[in-house]
């Protein structure tokens, strides 16, 4: 119930195109969801972040959409360039807990 | 300097070795982490401190000890480590535990022999 599913594992996408990535989760507890990117040899750093009271958040070009209902959540990057490449790790945690439980990873490749 | 740093940034050590990481935040928080990461692992926490607290062992072999002197920081000692243990040691801050942004050092990439 703590786990966060995160899909796909790597994915390649040409310069300019949407890359999209899904999250799923299971306990109904968790109440903040970032994602975090991170390049080779750096740590995980936030990119973006959303809490259940809305369903979309918007920054730049990056969007998360957030279903409530199903417990899923997804990462849009519009125009990906190749300067996004990198590994993105979607998250969950909750008020009062101790823990955020990190998604597997997504290793995004942006081809010129 | 600000955010958060880690020292050192590579760390070779044979099984028998005692070695310690360090992680300085410089952000204020009250909470400070211990992750792992693996080639081919999600992220691992292994220590949760709050307000120099312990609060969370995530099931750590006791060859890892960790140890906060303060808010600031943190430290990671190793010994007797096996070479599985090889990995990037990642130390993060946030301001509370918990649904807070998480802010995450460089890493430490140790290797063992």
């Known amino acids: 119930q703590q786990q966060v599913k995160q899909s796909p594992q790597s994915l390649i996408v040409q310069k300019g195109g949407i890359s999209i990535i899904n999250c799923a989760y299971e306990n109904t507890a968790f109440d903040y969801f970032p994602w975090y990117q991170q390049f080779p040899g750096k740590g995980p750093a936030l990119l973006i972040a959303?809490?259940?009271?809305?369903s979309e958040k918007k920054e730049g070009r990056f969007t998360i959409s957030f279903n409530k209902s199903a417990k899923q959540f997804s990462l849009h990057i519009m125009d990906s360039q190749p300067g996004d490449s990198a590994t993105y790790f979607c998250a969950a945690s909750s008020t009062g807990g101790f823990k955020t439980i990190f998604g597997a990873g997504t290793r995004l490749f942006v081809k010129a | 300097e600000t955010g958060v740093t880690q020292t050192p940034r590579h760390l070779v050590m044979g099984m028998t070795n005692k070695k310690s990481l360090k992680c300085e935040q410089h952000?204020?928080?009250?909470?400070m982490y211990w992750y792992k990461q693996s080639a081919k692992k999600p992220l691992e926490l292994m220590f949760v401190?709050?307000?120099?607290?312990?609060?969370e062992n995530n099931s750590v072999p006791s060859r890892f000890s960790p140890e906060c002197p303060n808010s600031s920081h943190l430290f990671l000692h190793l010994h007797t480590l096996q070479p599985e243990d090889s990995a990037l040691y990642l130390c993060?801050?946030?301001?509370?535990?918990?649904?807070?942004?998480?802010?995450f050092g460089p890493g430490t990439r140790l290797t063992v022999l």
């Open positions: 952000l204020g928080h009250n909470a």
């Open positions: 993060a801050s946030s301001q509370e535990p918990g649904a807070y942004t998480q802010y």
């Open positions: 959303i809490r259940p009271d809305v």
């Open positions: 401190y709050s307000l120099e607290e312990r609060v």
